[in-house]
């Protein structure tokens, strides 16, 4: 049947951070016509996020540091990470495709830097921006992998998303991609059984004054909003309040095909409630807009696309910097060990998220605690400064005993002692650490006073635990084309990033959403335009 189009493009990408800026650049430059909608300003997750990118397989970024790595290394060690959340010939596509990516990143302007950072960190200081960034060096790991550097930080000082997000987005307007701000998709409009466009409220039209006051709070919600959610609340009503003022309805012809990539629903509680209850959302750091509410999920349900690890959410409790502090004993409230602390913050996380009370101490003793406060002035940046000032003056108890330290943290002094003589014994005779913990990163705990910091999920502003969602729509991992329940795909609908199942969705290292944005965001946006044709040919 006919439709009245208020505007028409071949691609349509609603959502425009990391992976739609992505899949933006990649339609257009087929020479598609490419318009974005964006219900905020653009920039998403990828703006506020460090900015780390996943990639390896000899990098020219890793070539220049002196790091040799080649696609099956990566892949050994990635296999691990990622499970069964793709194919291995999507993993391998991955790691063949990685080097090429920084290529294709850096080509349209994202900064890269081969200074190797010496230790290991959640994230380095304005130093270093090639380091590990995952668990490439811990137990288990290091037997199926050679350890190699591969979290290429975009360069630029503090965290460095923007450093990623804005010569992404920049690149695309002088390369001819539109883009629609204040711009929220309501619904996808379906002829025949394919997606043919979007419906759509704007406020692009209203006064010049309404869309600067729309931009400030806009800015607010997104940071510093995402460290107070009370905050950010107040933010999006006033936003709701200008759209219902100044929105108009509007109709959008997509010629080839829609891609979503507007993230995951972190930003939704209830959400996150209905697919994993029991997790404590209330209490982590929301990492994200609040874009990240599911709405790019939702508008694939609505046409009969499948889910698939909807409950697969990653949180990250880091304790490195400073390094030695990688030497220490996580323990939960009856005194027992949880992971291999060398691993990435994510693995901490998701044993604290598992634990009794979601509680966690890390127990380190006056010798450890004298290596890393020799490590504190080169190894961090400010907020992670700030973060220690307060692990260290708030959550921390010490005694000349471990029981007496344990009795005052509130853990089980008998459980927390046979922990701690385990992990001695096992040391002074050689034997292996239970959770695989390499043997240059274990400490035995015996020097008094002994410290217990308290690691649980705690408040948001001051020592966070950020948290983000890893599954969502499944995908045809060839074309990034959405899966419906009956085992078909979508005609002309697509997803990408953290909309979509993607590398990432069991585990989670630093970097490797960022990767998959970029790789999922490409391969949907080409993949639009080529079936896009086809079908006009058809």
């Known amino acids: 049947m006919a439709q009245n189009w208020d505007t028409t493009a071949d691609v349509v990408v609603i959502g425009y951070g990391g992976a739609g800026v992505a899949a933006a650049l990649a339609a257009r430059e087929t020479g598609a016509d490419v318009l974005a909608l964006d219900r905020y300003l ?23 540091a002196g790091i040799e790595d080649d696609v099956e290394n990566m892949f050994s060690y990635l296999r691990l990470e ?48 090639l380091y590990f960034s995952g668990s490439e060096n811990s137990g288990g790991f290091r037997d199926a992998a050679v350890p190699r550097q591969r979290g290429h930080r975009a360069h630029g000082p503090g965290v460095s998303g923007k450093k990623l997000y ?14 629609r701000t204040g711009t929220r998709v309501t619904g996808l409009v379906v002829e025949d059984g394919r997606v043919v466009g979007v419906e759509a409220v704007t406020i692009e039209g209203a006064p010049a004054a309404v869309r600067r006051r729309f931009a400030l709070l806009t800015r607010i919600s997104a940071k510093p909003g995402v460290y107070h959610q009370g905050l950010r609340a107040t933010m999006q009503r006033l936003l709701a309040r200008i759209e219902r003022r100044h929105g108009r309805p509007i109709r959008v012809h997509a010629r080839a095909g829609v891609v979503l990539s507007t993230g995951g629903f972190i930003a939704n509680g209830a959400m996150v409630r209905a697919h994993a209850p029991g997790y404590p959302w209330d209490q982590g750091l929301p990492l994200g807009t609040a874009g990240d509410d599911g709405s790019g999920i939702e508008l694939g349900r609505s046409v009969g696309a499948v889910t698939d690890r909807m409950d697969s959410l990653s949180n990250w409790r880091f304790i490195a910097p400073p390094s030695a502090y ?11 060990r949880m992971v291999d602390e060398s691993r990435y913050g994510a693995a901490l996380g998701a044993a604290i998220a598992d634990a009794p009370g979601h509680r966690a101490w890390l127990l380190v003793d006056a010798d450890l605690a004298t290596a890393a406060r ?9 907020f992670q ?16 005993t471990v029981e007496e330290a344990a009795r005052r943290a509130g853990i089980d002094p008998a459980g927390l002692r046979r922990t701690v003589d385990a992990h001695n014994e096992a040391i002074a005779h050689g034997r292996p650490d239970p959770f695989g913990k390499p043997d240059d990163l274990r400490r035995p705990a015996a020097a008094a006073p002994f410290t217990l910091l308290d690691i649980s999920f705690t408040d948001r502003m001051s020592y966070p635990m950020p948290m983000l969602t890893l599954g969502g729509l499944v995908v045809d991992e060839e074309t990034g084309a959405v899966r ?10 697509y997803a990408a ?14 970097g490797l959403s960022l990767a998959d944005c970029i790789f999922s965001g490409r391969r949907a946006g080409a993949a639009a335009v080529t079936n896009g044709r086809t079908h006009e040919d058809v």
């Open 42 to 64: 653009g920039g998403g997750a990828t703006n506020l996020s460090g900015g780390i990118v996943y990639a390896g397989g000899g990098t020219r970024i890793q070539r220049a």
């Open 82 to 129: 990622v499970g069964d959340a793709v194919s291995e010939a999507t993993l391998r596509r991955f790691c063949e495709q990685s080097p090429a990516m920084i290529d294709w990143l850096m080509t349209h302007g994202v900064p890269f830097d081969p200074s190797l950072c010496p230790f290991k960190t959640s994230y380095p200081t304005d130093d270093y921006y």
């Open 374 to 382: 020799a490590q504190i002035g080169d190894q961090t940046v400010w």
């Open 385 to 400: 400064r700030l973060q220690l000032e307060r692990l260290l003056r708030i959550g921390s108890v010490s005694a000349p």
């Open 484 to 493: 419906t329940t009956a085992g078909g795909t979508v005609d002309g609908l």
């Open 166 to 179: 804005g010569p992404l987005a920049a690149s695309a307007a002088a390369h001819g991609v539109r883009l």
């Open 497 to 510: 990033g953290r909309t979509a199942v993607g590398v990432c969705s069991n585990s989670y290292v630093s």
């Open 326 to 336: 990688l030497g220490a004993l996580a323990v939960d409230a009856h005194g027992r």
